[in-house]
Each structure stands twice: as structure tokens, then as C-alpha cells.
């Protein structure tokens, strides 16, 4: 069954502490994407990658890092340095352009910090 | 980067009635535009997009229009049906992929 997976669905953590939002996906997109969503602010880009070994900073980058070691997977580190973490992330990923470019996105993460 | 404003945020309409959200961008080689449409506690999900080489594009209730020059673009809901209530994002996207969403619209169809 192909498609985009987040996981964990649910996750909490205690203020200082890093925490790491798994992505994967089995569709052979080379382009992945993190966004984050707030109640009545969209769908705001934290970080977005083309292709393996490159990523690229959205527009609220800050306090996130990520890594693109896999065409498949692109984890996304909320650090203890983001001020407010607590938000509902989502995972996508698209073809390149020139393919059908539809993003599809993975179910979401709901992270809390206690 | 690409930064894509939409209106309004929220809309009510009557069930038979017709909705219109409307988007600007401000990135020029941005070339691809497609509208997600996401249902309480679900993802976003595809429901029509739209190339910078077209202006008009329908499926049948919806329909999206493009304007290069102006940098609008448009999604049309005709006939809306209760099953139409949910949040619609507008998003562009450029050249280098950069994928950008508008604020979201909240759309409530009224019986």
C-alpha cells in the first residue's frame, strides 16, 4: 500500500527536551516537505527538500533541523531552542516538477509539551 | 520565498449556493497551484490544481482560474452541498519546488 507515514500519531514532551517527528514514504517522491498548523495560520513551511543530502529552510525554520540521509525518509527535530513548540505537524511529499506534482500528506503529529 | 494571502477566512453559504476563496502569491516564477481541501481531523487532501500555462480549469462543481499577470487565482464551488463544509488551502509553488499554503479558508455550508 503506498503512501506517506507519520508516526507517532500522538506525542508529548517535557520543555528541554529535543524530539524527533519520523516521515516516510514509499511513493519514490523525491521532494518531501514539514509544515506546521495552527488554528487560523494555514499550513506554514518549516523545512523542504528536493532531493537526497539537500534541504532547505522555510519560513519558520527556527528551532527545527532536519536531515534527508534517504529519498524515503525526512525526520524532523523539534529542538529545545523552538518557543513554542506545541502544534499539529504534517509530513508531505511530491514528485518532481514536469510529473504529476500533487503533494500528498501523512496523517500528522500532534505534538504537546508538558 | 513565496508568500500566497488568502481570503476570506471564513465563509458561510447556503446549500445551493455558490462559494468563491480567492488567493494572491507574490513569487512570479511560481508555476503550479493546487487547492487541498481538509475535513475535520483528516489531512489535506488534492481536489484540483492548475498550471501557469492554462487560466481555466473545471472538474465538475469546482473550478479554479489563473491570473499570471495579476497573480490571483480563484476556486469556484458551485451547487454547494453540506459535504462541502470544511477548511480549503490555496498553495504555489515555484520552480525549486517550494511549496507554499495560504492561510486556509473555512468554509460552512448551510442546510
Known amino acids: 500500500d503506498g503512501g506517506i507515514t507519520q508516526s507517532p500519531k500522538y506525542l508529548f514532551r517535557k520543555e528541554g527536551q529535543n524530539v524527533t517527528l519520523s516521515c516516510e514514504q514509499n511513493l519514490n517522491h523525491d521532494a518531501m516537505y514539514w509544515y506546521r498548523q495552527d488554528p487560523g495560520q494555514g499550513l506554514r513551511l518549516i523545512y523542504y527538500?528536493?532531493?537526497?543530502?539537500?534541504?532547505q529552510k522555510g519560513d519558520i525554520a527556527e528551532g527545527y533541523s532536519v536531515s534527508r540521509e534517504k529519498k524515503e525518509s525526512f525526520p524532523l527535530t523539534v529542538t529545545s531552542a523552538q518557543k513554542n513548540p506545541t502544534a499539529f505537524y504534517l509530513c508531505?511529499?511530491?514528485?518532481?516538477?514536469?510529473?504529476?506534482?500533487?503533494?500528498?500528506f501523512g496523517q500528522g503529529t500532534r505534538l504537546t509539551v508538558v | 520565498g513565496e508568500n500566497v494571502e488568502q481570503h476570506p477566512s471564513t465563509l458561510s453559504v447556503q446549500e445551493g449556493d455558490s462559494a468563491v476563496i480567492k488567493c494572491t502569491y507574490s513569487?512570479?516564477?511560481?508555476?503550479?497551484f493546487p487547492w487541498y481541501k481538509q475535513e475535520l481531523g483528516k489531512r489535506p487532501q488534492l481536489i484540483i490544481d492548475i498550471r501557469s500555462n492554462v487560466g481555466e480549469k473545471k472538474d465538475q462543481r469546482i473550478a479554479v482560474t489563473l491570473n499570471k499577470t495579476a497573480k490571483h487565482f480563484s476556486l469556484h464551488i458551485t451547487e454547494t452541498q453540506p459535504e462541502d463544509s470544511a477548511v480549503y488551502f490555496c498553495?504555489?509553488?515555484?520552480?525549486?519546488?517550494?511549496?507554499?499554503f495560504g492561510a486556509g479558508t473555512t468554509v460552512t455550508v448551510r442546510a
Open positions: 527538500s528536493q532531493i537526497v543530502n539537500d534541504f
Open positions: 508531505a511529499s511530491s514528485s518532481p516538477p514536469g510529473q504529476e506534482t500533487e503533494a500528498f
Open positions: 498553495a504555489a509553488s515555484n520552480p525549486s519546488q517550494e511549496l507554499s
Open positions: 513569487d512570479s516564477a511560481s508555476n503550479y
